[in-house]
């Protein structure tokens, strides 16, 4: 016996939702404890490297496990076709129309829905590892810098690394709105929200100041050639983490201060971080005069 475990996440032109692929991790937790053999597919699209199903010849499974979402549409038919000689089985399915040909093309379905009654989806119980929480908060063009600004390049190559990262990136904007349900309309919501995070990359001023303030490791890179307001904030806060726009594009410069950020040693230091102002005793002391 040899099981070929497939999904949504296995077609090309299909996609890879957080529950399709849990799901299917289930399935292998489960037949790994079973002790079945098995392999899984994946789109080159998803998972470039993976096995796809191309590679995945017909001729080496017994079985075929298809995987959570709906089994309906042209992808599950042709699933059918390349593999009539194994068996097939679809388990934690949504099933529409019991009469599809895509349905009816399966020796067994476990639907979680549908005509029969509901089932917990495998998503529920797969096994998953915690990946930090990062706040994205870049800068806007700032065009009072002239030919200083790097915003571009600088936010390009800091995209393209955050790729890599093992984490959940969630960009945040420090620019206020009540109409917008995608933006915070409080400062006192955006601090609500930076608190949630583990780490925070930012080239805006106030994507360090408020990180900090808020006792969360802040990666800070400054966009401005030679350095602009980030650079001089990271000095006044006494704050190490910062890249300068000539420095960004060395990926171990930056994974070096991601991994102290998480690290014990950069939590702390966040949260030793003076983040009190001379400006507002220089303010009074001008207006006593």
Known sequence: MRVLVTGWPSFYDGEATAG???SMRRVCDALNVAGVAHDSAWSPAFRPGGMSLDDAEPGDYTHVVFVCGPAHGKQVRRLHERYAGCRRIAVGV???DASDPAVTGFHRVFARDGDTEPAVDLSATANANTAPVAGVVFAPGQPEYGVFRRHDEVHARLTTWLCHLDCARIPVDTRLAIGDWSKCATPDQFLALAHKFDVIVTTRLHGLVLGLRASVPVLAVDPIE??????AQADALGWPALVG???????????NWWQWCLSIGGRVAARRVETDSTLIDDL???MVR
């Open 20 to 22: 399709d692929v849990l």
């Open 245 to 255: 726009a000539h420095d960004v594009g060395h990926r171990a410069l930056l994974d």
């Open 94 to 96: 949504s099933v529409l």
């Open 226 to 231: 030679g350095g602009g307001k980030v650079t």
């Open 284 to 286: 009074l002391l001008e």
